[in-house]
């Protein structure tokens, strides 16, 4: 049970340099699904388990937080509780501002996965949220000398869409913000189902679509794969619409890396959805101007290719995943 915190000196003492590590996806199988015990008023003592199966005890909800990855970034403030202290506050922006716009007054407390356990400290929170791979194992001692922290598993290919709602309540109950979580969750719950309405009326319900993410390094090119065991897919699926890509993808996200010949793959009547970010370079519109095998595909000689998600993270939570309904929608929609 973790309870306890202290001075910031001797922690800043103990401070280490931390790994790096790639952001966006993690390989292997996620960790049984946090839960959490009650559901305490304001000032009580509230306990919840994390994804480690470690169980955190604070002493009242939190209200002084920082959030190491953006999707429970997303989630602190979709709760009403602006983080004190954020990893990558501008990319955060970049790639989730549109669904959750930070706070303007947080601190940025380093990279994702590579948080500097000093600025930190210096925030004096009373609790750190991330997941189990934001925090380099040598270094997890030093941040609970600083605060409680809790570790979400953050994905989960076999139940996404559960697993965005485990998190969020796991969250919650540390913020004291349950009956706020239940709202949240009721307006998902509402808004995938209007959306679905809104497609089928468009005669879109079946529609088989894929977001995707190309990468180009030089002559070499990468595609990221949303399949059928993502979030972003199970959103979709919720809509009425089917699965364009149906590899099952990793046991963590769901994703699939293919090469631009396996595009071929897909139905020729899919709506080609790619990650589009304003601080990046349109790869489909510089890299793939005028490649033979990219021209030839049915979805794109038909003008089925979108832009989509610009400002919303594909790994995030229910506020993402209403914004991302929401673009589905308008995207789908724009070619009647």
């Known amino acids: 049970m973790r309870t306890t915190r202290p001075a910031r000196a001797a922690v800043v003492a103990l401070a280490l340099p931390l790994l790096l590590a790639a952001c966006g996806t993690s390989d292997g199988a996620a960790a049984d699904a946090p839960t959490s015990t009650g559901a305490a008023a304001q000032g009580e003592p509230i306990t919840v388990t994390d994804a480690r199966g470690e169980e955190i005890t604070l002493d009242a909800p ?13 989630m602190v403030q979709t709760l009403g509780v602006d ?25 940025d407390v380093g990279l994702r996965r590579e948080p500097s ?12 949220v991330g997941v189990l791979t934001s925090v380099p194992e040598g270094a997890l001692e030093q941040l609970e000398r600083v605060a409680p922290v809790v570790l979400m598993a953050g994905a989960d290919a076999s139940d996404p869409l559960g697993r965005v709602t485990e998190d969020f309540t796991t969250i919650a109950t540390a913020l004291g913000k349950e009956d706020v979580a239940q709202d949240v969750l009721d307006d998902l719950d ?8 809104t497609l089928e009326a468009a005669g879109l319900a079946g529609t088989p679509v894929v977001l995707t993410s190309p ?35 990793d046991d963590a996200y769901g994703l699939a890396n293919i090469d631009l010949e396996g595009l071929t793959q897909l139905p020729a009547d899919t709506r080609f959805l790619y990650w589009g970010n304003d601080d990046e370079d349109d790869v489909v519109t510089t890299a793939l101007a005028g490649n033979a095998v990219w021209e ?33 929608v308008a995207q789908l929609t724009a070619e009647a």
């Open 296 to 328: 030839s595909l049915p979805f794109v000689q038909a003008g089925h290719v979108h832009r989509a998600a610009v400002g919303i993270w594909a790994y995030g939570g229910p506020a993402s995943m209403m914004a991302w309904s929401d673009d589905l």
């Open 190 to 197: 509402a808004r995938l189902a209007d959306n679905a309405a």
């Open 117 to 128: 356990v000093e600025a930190i400290a210096d925030l004096e929170p009373d609790l750190i």
């Open 62 to 74: 939190a209200e002084r937080v920082v959030a190491l990855e953006w999707a429970q970034v997303e």
């Open 83 to 107: 983080p004190v202290g954020v990893s990558d506050p501008t990319g955060y922006t970049s790639w989730v501002g549109t669904a959750a716009p930070l706070a303007s007054e947080t601190v």
């Open 215 to 249: 990468y180009s390094d030089g002559a070499n090119l990468t595609i990221r794969m949303h399949g059928p065991r993502t979030a972003v897919q199970a959103v979709a699926e919720r809509m009425g619409l089917a699965a364009a890509w149906t590899d099952p993808g």
